[in-house]
Structures are given as structure tokens and as C-alpha cells.
């Protein structure tokens, strides 16, 4: 998985936790948990909009954050990236890609049906919940992201061994602005799985 990445992992879980901040991993760090994914570079973290603040201030003492201006095609409203114990963590909120036919902007917020990665804490046997943002975001971002569509189709595939994506957040992401051979992939999924 991403042994490299874990202490870091954790320490981030405790400040936001203790926060009281609603945020979840994704990106290659997401996908390595699903096996999708063999290297780690970084942590991406999503984080609610209204917690943005109170979650860089719990980060900041732990490595000095710079607010990333984005660059073409994305439009995120909040995004910082800083190196803590060495590991890169870009922290995104209201994540924006911008596509021919308008802008696709995910308002990311925890759902009770959305998973929890247990961390193990060395030979304690206590372990750290790590929240999960869900495939089927990761799907539609990654199916935007220039250079990214062979993730977001090792998503498709992952779902068609495992029981299918689901529903409800592939229909939260036909609400949004998307371009027309993404909608039409998105209904197809849907369709490939019976709902």
C-alpha cells in the first residue's frame, strides 16, 4: 500500500479530527486502498467548504502550506499544498474542473454510507479512522483530469468485479455540469449495473 505515507496519515487524522473537520482521503492514496493503485506521490485531501480554514489552521503547524492559484482546466476555491515529514498533501475544497461544455465543481460533504479506512497504529492494536471520499467522485474527477482517464477507467473496472458503483453518488454527479460523453458514461454505468 503506502507504508511511506502512513505516520503522516495518521498525525493529519488526529489534528482534523480533533478539529472537528469533515474531510476524506482520495486520489492515489484512495485507489492504492482499492489496489487501483500502485504509487503513492502524495495525499489528496477533500475537505467541506465551510471547514477549509479551521482545517489548514489545524495543518499549518505541521509544514508551511502555500495556496495554489489553479492552473487550466482546474477552478478549485481552495487549494494548498505543504510537505509534512517529507510527504506531499495537496488540500482541496468545492474541487473545479473546468471542460467544453461548462465547469464541474464537486461540493464535497461526508455521507454516512461513505467508508472509513482503519489505520492500525503499530503493535498497540488501536488504530486511527481515516475517512474515504467515494470511487465514484474519483471516477468523474479522474474522467476529467487531462492525462487521468486510465484511473477512472480502473474504477470502472474495479466496480464491475465488486458489485457496481453507487447509485446515489454517480446521480449526485449527473446534477452537475458535465460534459455530454461523460453524462453518457456515467448513465452507462449505471445502466452495466442494474440501477
Not at 134 to 162: C, F, Q
Not at 182 to 191: H, I, K, N
Request: some cysteine; glycine content about 6%.
Amino acid at each position: 500500500m503506502f507504508n511511506e505515507h502512513r505516520e503522516t496519515l495518521r498525525l493529519i487524522a488526529s489534528r482534523l479530527h480533533s478539529a472537528k473537520v469533515e474531510w476524506a482521503l482520495g486520489g492515489s492514496a484512495l485507489l492504492a486502498l482499492y489496489d487501483l493503485a500502485d504509487q503513492v506521490n502524495d495525499l489528496d485531501l477533500l475537505v467541506a467548504a465551510e471547514d477549509a480554514e479551521r482545517a489548514h489552521d489545524a495543518l499549518k503547524p505541521l509544514g508551511a502550506f502555500t495556496a495554489m492559484e489553479p492552473r487550466e482546466p482546474f477552478c478549485t476555491a481552495y487549494y494548498a499544498r505543504c510537505s509534512i515529514n517529507g510527504t506531499g498533501v495537496d488540500m482541496m475544497s468545492l474541487f473545479g474542473i473546468r471542460h467544453e461544455q461548462g465547469v464541474y465543481r464537486l461540493d464535497w460533504h461526508a455521507e454516512e454510507a461513505d467508508e472509513t479506512f482503519r489505520l492500525p497504529d503499530g503493535d498497540s492494536g488501536a488504530a486511527t479512522d481515516i475517512p474515504l471520499s467515494a470511487l465514484e467522485d474519483w471516477y468523474v474527477l479522474y474522467s476529467l483530469i487531462p492525462g487521468r482517464m486510465a484511473k477512472a477507467e480502473r474504477i470502472a473496472r474495479y466496480w464491475t468485479r465488486h458489485g457496481g458503483p453507487a447509485r446515489h453518488r454517480l446521480q449526485q454527479a449527473l446534477a452537475r455540469e458535465l460534459p455530454d460523453f461523460l453524462r453518457d458514461r456515467v448513465l452507462q454505468l449505471l445502466q452495466d449495473a442494474g440501477q
